[in-house]
């Protein structure tokens, strides 16, 4: 007999351990009956033989022994069928447990084997903000280099225009003219 701490916990071992408990079933169903078939000869043999005459203290010793032990017997056969219906329910909840378990299992991997088409869309999401952003920070750049570039050009015509000094004019004289130190 087993106890509760000693239980098998996996299927196989539960269909092992249900299988010996019907053997053994099957076995005290055998005693069973041979001792009802030996009661039924013992009770059978005395009411042939007289019927009004009392049986034996032996007879009687037997025949309390025999009930006693076809009573051990179908206490031990209620017992059994208990445990068999117990470990029925069991290995169905198990079943249970494992078909669950099967399908969890087909889920998760159909899950992972989706992943990277999953992980490809969302980073294509985001790369594709990212890609605008870009885009519209290169044409903010190439607008902000023509503007430099047209500043550039204004400010160098400006500095040209500015470097050119107003320098007075004077005109011209002939060599006659050109005062000397004498003259003067």
Request: proline residues 16%.
């Given at each position: 007999m087993t106890?509760?701490?000693?239980?098998?916990?996996?299927?196989?071992?539960?269909?092992?351990e249900v299988a010996h408990l019907r053997e053994e079933l099957n076995m005290r169903d055998q005693l069973v009956q041979q001792l009802s078939q030996e009661l039924f000869r013992l009770v059978k043999g005395n009411a042939s033989s007289a019927p009004s005459v009392e049986l034996?203290?032996?007879?009687q010793a037997e025949l309390r022994m025999l009930r006693d032990q076809l009573q051990g017997v179908e206490e031990q056969v209620?017992?059994?069928?208990d445990q068999i219906a117990e470990r029925d329910l069991?290995?169905?909840q198990m079943r249970q447990s494992m078909l669950e378990l099967t399908e969890r299992a087909k889920m998760l991997e159909q899950v992972v084997q989706e992943l990277p088409r999953v992980y490809h869309e969302k980073f294509e999401q985001r790369m594709q903000t990212v890609r605008e952003k870009v885009a519209m920070i290169q044409r903010e750049n190439r607008q902000l280099h023509a503007e430099l570039k047209s500043v550039s050009y204004r400010l160098a015509v400006r500095n040209r225009q500015s470097n050119q000094l107003?320098?007075?004019?004077?005109?011209r004289l002939g060599a006659n003219s050109i005062p000397t130190l004498g003259n003067a």
């Open positions: 106890t509760p701490t000693d239980r098998p916990s996996t299927l196989p071992e539960l269909q092992a034996s203290e032996r007879q209620t017992f059994y069928q069991e290995m169905q107003d320098l007075p004019s004077f005109p």
